[in-house]
């Protein structure tokens, strides 16, 4: 057969593999993006929403990088909420209910009108190593040749669809699966896990009952996720919420012998922090309802999803348990729910370049490395298909640190940690949250974007002007305000003590009860500044004292993250470290100490000694 030959090959269009493609041919290699169905690029496969709790950080961070999804996902938005409004600024997260058919709709365009990108639709069979190439071999015969090789293969490999009994050897939605492709990872030497995931029911919208539900409106006034959008979301439509009923539970415990994910059918691991109903059921038995909330598809379709309801119980059971819903008495079901069983491999495997340690040249991306969740997916995407990049210019590769961003944080622990279940991004497991905010995401990583290649002129200057605007806000709260009737009313009248002298305008907003609106309000300032400049200085400055000792933190953990682990270290040949602690250091074969510091089996004991070898050596 005819050998066709490409800079990088990309093996999946989900958010994975349209990131790393992007990445790629932005930064000048050229791609092929191999896909088993066009149908299936970008495919919301599950929730029809982009972002979420730590997971609008996610979209943030790649936006900054230069990524792709914030822009198509503030395209096709059709409702938007800022979350944890009444919190800290920390976990504050952006969530966008998404026309489905529209956001794959744009992500194709997106793919199809880049210039050194090549989509083609055909499933990957096998992988093979050819000196300083990757052999990609298709079902049709089709030969493909390159440099590097980015694995986005999500939940198709091997994957099938559980209803009850039923087992449909399928992917997500009905798209054929990917078959073979384990089969080649395995004699590469790859270890392989078997995870789980699963989606609810589609329900007809006309067939609902909102009258006895809760209005689930959107946000006015929210910065959009990308900072290439000039305009701000629009809401087109609105979501619902709702419980579940005694009823409910009751069809489910009457009928847990025939649901696959309780009575052991299904061998997968499941995510811990999605459960399907009928496990929450069983672990919260004390609870008497579920809130599930009912979300728009598409402004095109009459299909709601129903959120918090995923099941692989037998249709027939699933028809009963909607209907004792409230607002579902009359319900009809569009689609039923299923649960998908499928490979991924061993994350550990990988360095945090999210390179194969023992093959160079192979990347891995998204759901294949045990992660749930578009957001995390299109994360690595943008990594993978960066160090690919960098890898094929034979330059340094990027390493994202855990202070860097999320990213950084679910990198880090996927690789270094590993994971037996469905891998999901939340804020606790970022330390530095406070520093790691959804609205200074470009501040912490255009320049790295810029710097390897992937960041246009466009966003480059969009992001410096921004800078300046937040330099020029700060430098007009450094006015001095003069002690007289006016400040000490303007204190009392704000529930604060009256100051004792005068002081700075930024001096004032480390009061609980004064910030910068009120300061805007009072001194007729800022008026053309949009909201989320503000909130920004806001955030800044009122939270200054607990940055600082956050950023103290991090230079602490950066001081073990420069001590650098020869490559090919000898760790069996090492004495004083437990032997626990060398399997594992020889397993992970961390970069640095900081790293080697978070592998479980690790203690501080061991690295006081590895501290000391590495210093000798």
């Known amino acids: 057969m005819k050998e066709e030959f490409f800079d990088s090959i990309v093996i999946g269009a989900g958010h994975a593999g349209c990131e790393a493609a992007l990445a790629l041919a932005r930064t000048g290699n050229k791609t092929l993006l191999l896909t088993i169905s066009l149908d299936?690029?970008?495919?919301?496969?599950?929730?029809?929403?982009?972002?979420?709790?730590?997971?609008?950080?996610?979209?943030?961070?790649?936006?900054?990088?230069?990524?792709?999804?914030?822009?198509?996902?503030?395209?096709?938005?059709?409702?938007?909420?800022?979350?944890?409004?009444?919190?800290?600024?920390?976990?504050?997260?952006?969530?966008?209910?998404?026309?489905?058919?529209?956001?794959?709709?744009?992500?194709?365009?997106?793919?199809?009108?880049?210039?050194?990108?090549?989509?083609?639709?055909?499933?990957?069979?096998?992988?093979?190593?050819?000196?300083?190439?990757?052999?990609?071999?298709?079902?049709?015969?089709?030969?493909?040749?390159?440099?590097?090789?980015?694995?986005?293969?999500?939940?198709?490999?091997?994957?099938?669809?559980?209803?009850?009994?039923?087992?449909?050897?399928?992917?997500?939605?009905?798209?054929?699966?990917s078959s073979k492709l384990s089969e080649s990872l395995l004699d590469l030497g790859i270890k392989l896990l078997r995870f789980k995931t699963g989606t609810?029911?589609?329900?007809?919208?006309?067939?609902?009952?909102?009258?006895?539900?809760?209005?689930?409106?959107?946000?006015?006034?929210?910065?959009?996720?990308?900072?290439?959008?000039?305009?701000?979301?629009?809401?087109?439509?609105?979501?619902?919420?709702?419980?579940?009923?005694?009823?409910?539970?009751?069809?489910?415990?009457?009928?847990?012998?025939?649901?696959?994910?309780?009575?052991?059918?299904?061998?997968?691991?499941?995510?811990?922090?999605?459960?399907?109903?009928?496990?929450?059921?069983?672990?919260?038995?004390?609870?008497?309802?579920?809130?599930?909330?009912?979300?728009?598809?598409?402004?095109?379709?009459?299909?709601?999803?129903?959120?918090?309801?995923?099941?692989?119980?037998?249709?027939?059971?699933?028809?009963?348990?909607?209907?004792?819903?409230?607002g579902l008495q009359e319900a009809e079901i569009m689609r039923d729910a299923y649960a998908i069983e499928y490979d991924c491999i061993e994350p550990t495997q990988l360095s945090p370049t999210l390179e194969l340690k023992n093959i160079k040249g192979l990347f891995f991306a998204g759901q294949i490395n045990g992660t749930s969740g578009y957001e995390e997916a299109a994360a690595q995407g943008i990594v993978a298909g960066i160090n690919a990049s960098l890898y094929n210019q034979n330059k340094e590769q990027l390493v994202l640190k855990r202070s860097d961003g999320y990213i950084g944080v679910l990198i880090d622990d996927i690789v270094t940690k590993g994971t037996n279940e469905p891998y999901r991004m939340m804020t606790s497991r970022a330390e530095y949250r406070l520093l790691l905010r959804q609205d200074n995401a470009d501040v912490r990583l255009t320049e790295i974007g810029r710097r390897v290649g992937l960041v246009s002129d466009v966003r480059y200057q969009r992001y410096l002007?921004?800078?300046?605007?937040?330099?020029?806000?700060?430098?007009?709260?450094?006015?001095?305000?003069?002690?007289?009737?006016?400040?000490?009313?303007?204190?009392?009248?704000?529930?604060?003590?009256?100051?004792?002298?005068?002081?700075?305008?930024?001096?004032?907003?480390?009061?609980?009860?004064?910030?910068?609106?009120?300061?805007?309000?009072?001194?007729?300032?800022?008026?053309?500044?949009?909201?989320?400049?503000?909130?920004?200085?806001n955030t800044k400055i009122k939270y200054e004292g607990y940055l600082k000792q956050q950023q103290e933190e991090v230079d602490r953990m950066l001081a073990n993250e420069e001590i650098v682990i020869p490559e090919g270290f000898d760790y069996l040949s090492v004495k004083g470290i437990r032997q626990e602690a060398i399997e594992k250091l020889n397993e992970i074969k961390p970069l640095n100490l900081g790293q080697a510091s978070r592998i479980s089996g690790v203690s501080p004991a061991d690295i006081s000694v590895l501290s000391i070898l590495i210093k000798r050596k």
């Open 465 to 537: 002007k921004k800078q300046e605007r937040l330099k020029a806000i700060e430098l007009q709260l450094e006015q001095k305000i003069k002690l007289d009737s006016e400040l000490v009313d303007f204190f009392v009248t704000n529930g604060e003590t009256a100051p004792r002298e005068s002081l700075k305008l930024r001096d004032m907003m480390r009061r609980n009860n004064i910030d910068i609106y009120k300061i805007s309000e009072k001194y007729d300032m800022f008026k053309n500044e949009p909201k989320d400049l503000l909130d920004v200085v």
């Open 40 to 177: 299936a690029i970008g495919f919301l496969a599950c929730n029809p929403s982009i972002g979420g709790t730590a997971k609008g950080q996610l979209v943030a961070e790649v936006d900054a990088l230069g990524g792709e999804m914030g822009v198509v996902a503030d395209k096709t938005a059709i409702q938007i909420r800022m979350l944890n409004k009444g919190k800290g600024p920390a976990v504050q997260s952006l969530r966008a209910q998404i026309d489905k058919n529209e956001y794959h709709s744009q992500m194709k365009k997106s793919l199809e009108d880049e210039q050194n990108l090549f989509v083609r639709q055909g499933e990957a069979i096998s992988i093979e190593l050819e000196g300083d190439y990757k052999k990609v071999t298709t079902h049709l015969g089709l030969v493909y040749k390159a440099k590097s090789v980015v694995f986005a293969t999500g939940v198709y490999l091997k994957s099938e669809i559980i209803i009850g009994e039923s087992r449909e050897f399928v992917g997500p939605n009905g798209f054929k699966n």
């Open 200 to 326: 609810p029911v589609r329900l007809h919208a006309r067939s609902v009952d909102y009258s006895v539900m809760e209005l689930q409106e959107g946000d006015e006034d929210i910065a959009p996720f990308s900072y290439l959008t000039e305009e701000k979301v629009k809401n087109k439509s609105v979501c619902y919420l709702t419980y579940t009923t005694k009823e409910t539970h009751e069809i489910i415990k009457n009928n847990l012998d025939k649901a696959p994910a309780i009575s052991g059918e299904i061998k997968g691991v499941g995510p811990r922090y999605c459960p399907s109903i009928e496990t929450k059921v069983v672990r919260f038995a004390d609870k008497e309802r579920h809130q599930l909330f009912l979300e728009p598809e598409a402004l095109d379709t009459q299909e709601l999803y129903l959120q918090g309801f995923s099941t692989s119980m037998p249709a027939d059971i699933q028809y009963d348990m909607v209907r004792s819903v409230i």
